[in-house]
């Protein structure tokens, strides 16, 4: 009888839990380094490394079960599909992006509120948080099996595909209750874009040699509600035109604004699908073993110069009458 489920975790997802707990306890044993590991704009130019570490840093024991959860499960599904080296590549990617993006943030607000009597404070707030890089997961696996229905508190049912927009919608709801909009927002929204933008046009699939992934069920519109998709499909044409070398940004079997290569589309996705099935299946423990092969059958044997006798005599026949 075979388990309902796999708890065997991937290598990389299990070092990057033991990464998150040591950096808990961490800052919880000795809080002077929140200053050095938290993305603090005030000091992140002696100490540029924040931009990165601060991804990596959890101060809540609440969001450290969830980020650690999200890892284990989420490294399951996306790792055997592409890869150890892939999958830590992408989280590397999400995680400094992520970092730089929220530190420009907080520039920008410095200056447009640098008059007011609390304008200095906002460069010395403390964000950090491993939900920047758990966003940018879910949005691989909205990528890879965006039809799997997804079960949450047992009576919630979604496909994956909608994983990221309800993550973004219920950080964000979250932290505007407890007043940690700029610790929250900007890594969510800006780990759900990055995470985006990096497999659309960047991420090189090993098997087609090309550069990301033109399907229209990956466009940037589906990540909102249907309804508002035509307009979001108008606006993102009009910012694809615009953008200066648009054109041949993407490289090549993918052209921004254009037709990608004909069948590529279609049968990348396809071809991503059955991948994630597949891990899918293993996740669950439902992967079974391939029946044996049976034994060879040899065509039964005949003398060649019997076969061509053969059709000489029935050629003499045939002339004869």
């Known amino acids: 009888m075979q388990s309902g489920y796999n708890l065997t975790f991937t290598k990389l997802s ?4 033991v990464l998150l707990i040591t950096g808990y306890f961490t800052q919880l044993l000795v809080p002077s380094t929140r200053q050095y590991l938290a993305l603090v704009a005030g000091r992140s130019l002696p100490c540029v490394w924040n931009i990165f570490s601060a991804g990596l840093l959890e101060t809540s024991l609440i969001e450290l079960g969830f980020g650690v959860a999200g890892i284990l499960l989420v490294a399951k599904v996306v790792e055997p599909v592409w890869g150890s080296k892939e999958f830590l590549k992408f989280i590397a990617v999400v995680n400094v992006s992520t970092g730089l993006a929220t530190l420009i943030v907080v520039y920008c607000i410095y200056a447009l509120d640098q008059y007011s009597d609390n304008a200095g404070a906002i460069l010395y707030k403390e964000i950090a948080g491993f939900h920047g890089v758990l966003a940018g997961c879910l949005v ?23 994983l990221p927009a309800l993550f973004l919608l219920s950080a964000a709801g979250a932290s505007v209750m407890l007043k940690q909009v700029i610790n929250t927002v900007p890594f969510v929204v800006f780990g ?13 699939k090993p098997e087609t040699s090309l550069k990301g992934d033109p399907s229209n069920e990956f466009r940037f519109a589906t990540f909102f509600p249907e309804f508002l ?12 035109r615009l953008g200066p070398g648009a054109a041949g940004a993407a490289g090549p ?17 396809t071809r991503r699908r059955e991948r994630g099935a597949r891990a899918l299946e293993e996740r669950l423990g439902g992967r079974k073993a391939a029946p044996p092969p049976g034994p060879a059958v040899m065509p039964p044997s005949q003398d060649v110069t019997d076969i061509e006798a ?5 050629e003499a026949i045939d002339t004869g009458s």
Request: proline share 5%; glycine share 6%; aromatic share 10%.
């Open 253 to 269: 079997g993918y052209v921004l604004g254009a037709t990608p290569l004909p069948g590529s589309d279609n049968a990348d996705a």
């Open 140 to 162: 691989a696996i909205k990528q890879i099996m965006p039809d799997s229905e997804v079960t949450l508190l047992v009576v919630l049912k979604f496909r994956a595909k909608h």
């Open 192 to 204: 759900t874009y990055v995470a985006w933008l990096y497999l659309r046009f960047f991420q090189i």
């Open 14 to 17: 299990r070092a990057i839990a």
């Open 310 to 314: 053969g059709q000489k005599d029935t």
């Open 229 to 240: 998709q035509p307009a979001v499909d108008k606006v993102a044409g009009a910012c694809a």
